[in-house]
């Protein structure tokens, strides 16, 4: 047990470095009405994670990585960044971490990460009427006329990317992980892993 911990959190760790890495040279504005809203694939090795161990733990990678952003590559957003990253990409790995514990096959993570990307939407509808009114300085009206032609367009495709890449590499990054286990690990996941 104790190994199994020291595992997880060495990849975790692993996986917070890579999302801190991924957020400093990929990232870019999508909509030029709203370059504020920049893609960036800091949330795949996060739902990465979260698949590996489960909601909770994707839940405290996903608060590490944010305040590490917060601090270093995301300076400029402050706190507001800080908190709408925690809740957005919360929000995205309690509803996929959830559903894809049920029964880890690869429709499941399919499926998981569709619903895990329309809840991260709809969270950050009220979420974007309430600090993003602070982070520009701008009426709540004015964010509300950017709802339908900017920021839920914008979420749904930052989403959408980063559920295929994580679908796509998933696989090939936990088969990974498993052989730098443990060999009690190993022989603990393999059930799991032939079903993905």
């Known amino acids: 047990m104790k190994k199994n ?4 959190m060495a990849t975790m760790a692993m996986l917070a470095a890579i999302s801190i890495v991924l ?4 990232r870019f504005p999508i909509l030029p009405a709203a370059p504020f809203l920049e893609y960036d694939m800091a949330d ?9 161990f489960g909601p909770v ?16 590559v995301s300076a400029a957003s402050g706190w507001i960044g800080i908190l709408m990253h925690i809740f957005a990409t919360g929000a995205f790995v ?3 971490g959830t559903i894809y514990r049920l029964k880890p ?3 499941t993570a399919f499926i998981s990460l569709v619903v895990g990307s329309l809840g991260m939407t709809l969270v950050m509808i009220p979420l974007n009427l309430i600090f993003t009114v602070r982070f520009l300085g701008v009426p709540r009206e004015a964010v509300m006329a950017m709802l339908l032609p900017t920021i839920i367009p914008f979420n749904l495709i ?5 559920s295929v890449v994580t679908f796509v590499v998933y696989k090939s990054v936990s088969r990974a992980v498993d052989k730098l286990a443990p060999a009690e690990i190993k022989d603990m996941s393999t059930a799991d892993q032939s079903n993905i």
């Open 105 to 107: 096959t690869r429709l």
């Open 23 to 26: 957020m400093y040279f990929v």
């Open 44 to 52: 795949v090795p996060i739902l990465i994670g979260t698949f590996l």
């Open 57 to 72: 733990k994707g839940l405290i990678l996903t608060i590490l990585v944010s305040l590490i952003q917060g601090f270093t």
């Open 5 to 8: 911990s020291v595992h997880q």
């Open 94 to 96: 309690i509803v996929a």
């Open 158 to 162: 930052k989403a959408g990317i980063n």
